[in-house]
């Protein structure tokens, strides 16, 4: 398993709204070259789309937990392999949480594909949840200063 965590000094429920937010996924998650889906929110369990990296071929991504202000986790198959993600929020008071990410890789040779990529995708997934740490807290302060 890949698993990183981060604290963020936004309320949950922003870092919620910022991780489901499809359309705001280039400002955190630079490697998605395009996201074809029905909806630009996830919202609820059963939402699909064709998530496309710039480095390789689009797979589709289904939703299978989504809970406001907890996160979501959803599933990809690729060349006979499942991903299992989880995208995790734990609110930690009123202005602020842990996000915790995770991925494992099943099928016929998951263990050495995930032993073989796990450190440029932990890496990776570090990266990414940095910038979504930090985008919800730039967003939760101009929240603040424009409520002022």
């Known amino acids: 398993m890949i698993r990183s965590e981060l604290s963020v000094a936004a309320p949950a429920a922003v870092v919620h709204a910022v991780l489901t937010d499809v359309t705001a996924w280039k400002l955190w998650s630079p ?3 395009r996201i074809d889906a029905a909806s ?10 064709m998530v496309k990296p710039w480095f390789g071929p ?13 996160g979501i986790r959803w599933t990809s198959t690729a060349v006979g392999h499942r991903l299992d993600y989880a995208d995790l929020i734990t609110p930690d008071g009123p202005d602020g949480c842990t996000v915790t ?15 073989l990529v ?3 995708s932990a890496f990776g997934q570090r990266r ?3 910038r979504l740490g930090a985008l919800a807290e ?6 603040i200063v424009f409520a002022a």
């Not at 630009?40 to 789309?49: E, F, L, N, P, Y």
């Not at 689009?58 to 907890?70: I, K, S």
């Not at 990410?101 to 032993?115: D, I, R, W, Y």
């Open 31 to 33: 490697h998605i070259d």
């Open 40 to 49: 630009d929110i996830i919202d609820a369990v059963g939402w699909t789309g």
């Open 58 to 70: 689009a797979t589709q991504m289904d939703v299978t937990w989504c809970e406001p202000a907890r």
């Open 101 to 115: 990410m995770a991925a494992t890789v099943s099928g016929p040779a998951g263990a050495l594909v995930q032993q």
């Open 118 to 120: 796990g450190p440029l």
């Open 128 to 130: 990414r949840l940095a």
């Open 138 to 143: 730039f967003l939760y302060r101009r929240t």
